[in-house]
């Protein structure tokens, strides 16, 4: 079945240091993959998406580029802010069999000033 | 803001009892989502509506029901509720065509 992996958090970081958030997926076919961010007594947002193999999403600073053969989803930024603390969900999307959503479980990201 | 009202924001009631929770979508969204958010589940979808007709559920509780209605908002009933329902009820709406969902700020539910 339609699954994604995230790494664990909390990850806890200086401000200006780089992030890496890792995500793999198992699907068929060719998934949209997505980066959404909640923040604190928020609800989610859409933070970037890839719909094709090779393809790079990016917003805000943030990157990830869509790895078919490793089957990856990765989410970079260069150099993390304060305000950059949040919950970080990696998900995708099937395109076949009920396009259905699947969530990651979430990595906590802490910016320490 | 992303479009989509929930409401009520917070919602404190006693084990046993029966709770409506409220959506509505984007303007012009025909896709309405369910989701439960608590500590130790994640993010949890419960089931999909798509122009007041129910697409996909996921791990929806026989104790819980929705439904979307003609002008599109959505409704999810939570009855008979216990300790362990108490979490984050959010929804979210997607565009036909799209494949992103748009969150709402979320329904606090806390069963006491």
């Known amino acids: 079945g339609n699954s994604v992996t ?37 609800g989610l947002q859409l933070l970037l998406k890839a719909t094709k193999a090779d393809d790079k999403g990016s917003n805000k600073g943030f990157e990830a580029t869509y790895r078919k053969e490793t089957t990856s989803f990765h989410l970079e930024k260069g150099s993390v802010q304060v305000s950059d603390s949040a919950v970080y969900f990696c998900a995708l999307r099937p ?17 320490k000033a | 803001d992303s479009g989509v009202t929930q409401t009520p924001k917070h919602l404190i009631t006693a084990t046993g009892q029966r709770v409506t929770l409220r ?16 500590l130790d589940q994640g993010l949890q979808f419960l089931i999909h509506y798509y122009n007041g007709e129910e697409r996909a ?31 984050l009820y959010f929804c979210a709406s997607s565009s036909r065509g799209l494949d992103e969902q748009y969150f709402g700020p979320g329904t606090r539910l806390t069963v006491t």
Request: charged share 15%.
């Open chain 2, 57 to 87: 559920k996921g791990n929806i509780l026989e104790r819980f029901s929705a439904q979307q209605f003609p002008d599109l908002h959505s409704e999810l009933n939570l009855s008979s509720l216990e300790l362990g329902d108490s979490a």
């Open chain 1, 6 to 42: 995230q790494m664990e958090g909390p990850v806890t970081l200086s401000e200006e240091a780089f992030l890496t958030i890792n995500c793999t997926y198992t699907a068929t076919g060719y998934p949209s993959l997505f980066w959404y961010v909640q923040y604190p007594g928020e």
């Open chain 2, 23 to 38: 959506c509505s979508p984007r303007s012009g969204d025909l896709s309405v989502y369910w989701y439960q958010q608590s």
């Open chain 1, 95 to 111: 395109n076949t069999g009920g396009f259905k959503t699947i969530f990651g479980a979430g990595t906590r990201l802490f910016v």
